[in-house]
């Protein structure tokens, strides 16, 4: 019997695509360790992408700022010293579009469907404290929303610190609800002792 209410259901996945979303937040991660903003900047989910540069005034504007954070961290004494990238959680089916495709020499209308998934993440930060004369540790936990056209395994991101739960139904409005079942990781920070 087929469904036709907008909540989609969560999918399982082969492992395959599992370990595919999670390599793909780790390269993600080491990126932005090493400073790779272009990287970070290209791995932008598309149509997140485009709302951030809307409310910024354009995408050269959000470029520029995302280009400026490197230096503000360094400035302000905080280093990223680690990055790890746990197993995703729940994935859904999300956005069929149609597009063209050349299938046997000819052009095809195709309906392309994008798997999505919440992949937990763990970013270790230093914080030098000039003032006091102390370094600091800071475990912050987070979660990268994947995206990826299904069969594909070419993943882009949303991260879910930037992310409300009204912005991401708004943006893929299958997904269920928290309250019905959608279970995003927790954000916080922890300082290690």
Request: net charge positive.
């Amino acid at each position: 019997m087929m469904s036709f209410g907008l909540a989609s259901a969560q999918v399982f996945v082969d492992p395959n695509v599992e370990e595919s979303a999670r390599q793909s937040v780790q390269k993600l991660g080491n990126e932005v360790m090493a400073n790779n903003v272009n990287f970070a900047i290209e791995k932008i989910y598309p149509r997140w992408k485009s709302r951030l540069a809307m409310q910024m005034g354009g995408e050269d504007k959000l470029v520029a700022r995302m280009q400026q954070v490197p230096d503000e961290l360094l400035r302000a004494g905080v280093s990223i010293i680690s990055f790890r990238a746990d197993r995703p959680t729940q994935f859904y089916e999300v956005w069929p579009s149609r597009i063209e495709r050349v299938i046997d020499g000819r052009k095809q209308e195709v309906v392309v469907k994008h798997h999505l998934t919440m992949v937990p993440t763990v970013t270790r930060f230093r914080i030098i404290d000039q003032k006091a004369g102390k370094v600091h540790h800071i475990d912050s936990y987070g979660f990268q929303v994947a995206v990826s056209e299904m069969g594909k395994n070419e993943w882009t991101f949303i991260d879910g610190a930037t992310i409300s739960e009204a912005d991401l139904r708004s943006l893929f409005p299958t997904i269920p609800t928290v309250a019905n079942g959608l279970q995003l990781p927790v954000c916080k920070k922890e300082e290690v002792k």
